[in-house]
């Protein structure tokens, strides 16, 4: 009989070994993080003329994929390369109208009580570059990351709609918005809870839009959350 149990031991104790041998190897080492994000942003203008005024809530709305690309042994250290898509709306007092010869005209709403809603929107086609730093381990999912880039897009479509003592007012792909749209990035924090900044470094419209030979250079400032997903 002790023989028997002696056999069952050695028995267990290999199948033992060999299953923590085969733990060992299911762990990567050549591990990649977050793969895709989504995130959503309040939505300001920069560089605004002093007399325009943001109205309502203005979100974006994006989500995309990235290829992440360590470039460390210990793989804390790496570069992404996205694409992503991106949807933006900015309520504002910033009348947009076209004229009778099918030209636009851009003025500023002074009496707030002349209208129900104004705004305009964009949406992106988005190329985002990352220096990722982080904390992660092959076996570690909760870390802390700080990612810092610049993110390139491309205009799709844009609009704007009006409703107020004018009527109802709404047109699309309007030429004098910049047909592309670059700036610098910053997201931050620890697991799945993420701060995301985006700077705008060129004007949401061309130089052709002004208010009294004035040139309008607003740009986009988006602050909200980001949520990273393998």
Not at 38 to 43: C, F, G, K, M, R
Not at 136 to 149: E, K
Not at 177 to 197: D, M, R, V
Request: glycine letters at 6%; charged letters at 20%.
């Amino acid at each position: 009989m002790k023989y028997i149990f002696a056999t069952l031991y050695f028995l267990t104790h290999i199948t033992i070994c060999f299953a923590q041998e085969s733990k060992i190897k299911e762990v990567d080492s050549l591990y990649k993080e977050d793969q895709f994000y989504a995130s959503v942003t309040y939505n300001l203008l920069g560089n605004k003329p002093s007399a325009l005024n943001q109205s309502g809530f203005s979100l974006g709305f994006h989500l995309g994929m990235m290829k992440d690309i360590p470039i460390n042994k210990s793989r804390d250290i790496a570069i992404g390369i996205g694409l992503g898509y991106s949807a933006n709306s900015f309520n504002q007092d910033f009348l947009i109208n076209k004229s009778s010869d099918n030209n636009f005209n851009y003025s500023i709403i002074e009496d707030s009580g002349t209208y129900t809603k104004n705004k305009f929107s964009i949406h992106l086609i988005e190329i985002p570059i990352e220096f990722r730093w982080r904390t992660s381990t092959p076996t570690d999912y909760n870390f802390w990351r700080i990612y810092t880039g610049f993110k390139f897009g491309y205009v799709l479509t844009n609009s704007s709609k009006y409703i107020g003592d004018l009527g109802d007012l709404k047109y699309t792909n309007i030429k004098d918005f910049n047909k592309f749209q670059y700036g610098l990035t910053l997201s931050a924090g620890y697991n799945t809870w993420n701060i995301f900044l985006y700077y705008s470094l060129n004007p949401i419209f061309s130089q052709d839009v002004k208010i009294n030979d004035e040139n309008i250079d607003m740009n986009a400032i988006k602050i909200g959350l980001i949520f990273y997903i393998l």
